[in-house]
């Protein structure tokens, strides 16, 4: 099952098609050095689980890949144990029982990215093991050198395999640290030498990987430089930076926003894909807890693209919704109205709670009813948050918020599914907190009626250009929409799911017994605040517990 992963990763390489992984690319790339040399022709999918593998895949030099790395495991354990100050028998049970281990030996034989991760870690071991006797001897001569950069070499290799390879990293720079503290009180050492050794140290096993862990995104993005079906978890403008997909729809479009165009609305920072959508069905007059609403038109953010989720750009001051001629661009600061399309009602926002969310207030497009209280409440302020030269709002690049202006309250989606009468779409509501990132939205498809299409790139790249740092960032952030913030998992915050059916909502979630994880998360912070304590007292020859 697990070959998947390296499986079909494997396949997009060779098809040069986009995609977005759980783990770092490293392994990844190394199976599809292998696979290339070995003369893997891009045919098999690797899927669905149990599909029989042809004969032209060369997956025996792809399995002897990972058992070669396997095999290495065994000397470098046993060089571990010689510098640990074992002796040649002790070393020898402790390879014995990793060559007999079958759990190891099965992961071996498979096409996995676990052999690698362990080679890596303990190899990154070993280099700071003989870099720590180097310390103690002959501190910064051309071995220890030599084994700073080995260690961070490996380090690099183990957390861009998986990422809990940063539990190797965090244990080397803890004994790093107790190494230092060490070290300061020998009186030989002089200071300059203790800030030298943690200025290399810090190149050695903080910068040197950072560089290669970005190094080897470089490649992957250089691997896959076209569309693919994970695409719409990436925002518009990293879509848009692929060739094929977005970038072949929006290629021509204009890219200045005018008082008539016509456009559709993305929120950015969300982890799946939500389009500003609207249509003719009306709120439910009372909610199941008693609540009333407005009765208005149902406003969303919708997950697929659809007509209704297109908007006219509006000037308040002007009778119609029609492009105006000349062409004056929508500014930062402009106050404006949208328009929905299909059924020609304005956005607007009021007083009234969210069906969902009732901390929130409640998105609809206006409906003029003959009996009612409502007031249209349809002006939206403009906020661009990363403004031009000019202050114009342009396509995929500008982040926007809108404000609504009655209330001052900023338009985002919580997050929540409506019930069944919403269609089980995403909720839209006004936020307060106007400096939420959920609340920015850029415009992804954009015409102007009456403009011919613009050629603003190079249709036959069918890309836009983004910087591969702006790409490296948003690859380091994304996330799928049921994933969980590591932080939150000592003190149970949230839930891991397992398992998810989109028709009828079940779910599986992984969550902890709470007295138990609670406690111990609160305990671990009070010793490890105490060890410190305590530790820093010893320094100050402040015996208050013996030996």
Known sequence: FDEILAGKALFMYKRGIFFIDAFPPLAKLLYTFVGNFAGYNGNFTFEPVGTAIPPDVPIQALRSFSAFFATLHIPVIYAIMQRLGHSRTTASIA???VIFDNALLTQSRFMLLEPILLFFILASL????????????????????????????????AVSTKYCGLYTMMYIVILAAYDLWLLI??????????????????????????ILYALQFYIHLQMVPRSGPQDQLMSSKFQASLKGGLASVIIDQPKEIVYGSKITLRQIYTSHPCWLHSHAQIYPIKYPDGRGSSGQQQVTCYTYKDPNNWWIIKDPNSINSSVELPHRP??????????????????????????????????????????????????????????????????????IRLIHLKTNQALTASGKQLPNW???????????????????????????????????????????????????????????????DAASWPFLKS??????????????????????????????????????????????????LNK
């Open 185 to 210: 009180a020998d009186r030989s050492i002089k200071t300059k030498h203790l800030w030298s050794y943690c200025g290399f140290c810090f190149g050695g096993f903080i910068v040197v990987p950072v």
């Open 95 to 97: 390879c014995m029982l």
């Open 422 to 484: 919403g269609f089980y779409q995403m909720e839209v509501v006004t936020d307060k907190n106007l400096h939420s990132d959920n609340t920015l939205w850029n415009v992804e498809e954009h015409k102007i009626d009456g403009v011919a299409m613009q050629k603003r790139y190079n249709k036959a790249d069918e890309s836009i250009p983004m910087s591969f740092i702006d790409r490296f960032y948003e690859l380091q952030t994304a996330d799928h929409e049921f994933a969980s």
């Open 495 to 544: 839930t891991f799911i397992f398992w998810f059916n989109t028709q009828d909502q079940r779910q599986i979630h992984l969550i902890g017994n709470p007295l138990t994880w609670w406690t111990c998360s609160c305990i671990l912070g009070i010793y490890v605040a105490l060890a410190i304590f305590y530790m820093a007292l010893e320094r100050r020859q402040i015996f208050v």
């Open 126 to 157: 070993y280099c700071y093991l003989t870099l720590r006797t180097e310390s103690h001897t002959r501190l910064f001569s051309p071995k220890w050198f030599r084994y700073l950069f080995l260690t961070g070499l490996c380090l690099c290799g």
């Open 330 to 399: 929508v500014k930062d600061g402009d106050i404006i109205q949208l328009v929905h399309i299909k059924t020609n009602r304005t956005l607007n926002s009021h007083n009234v709670a969210s069906p969902v969310t009732p901390t929130h207030q409640e998105v609809a497009c206006f409906i003029e009813y003959n009996k009612t209280n409502l007031v249209k409440q349809d002006l939206w302020k403009l906020k661009i948050e990363n403004p031009n030269e000019n202050g114009t709002w342009n396509q995929i690049d500008s982040r």
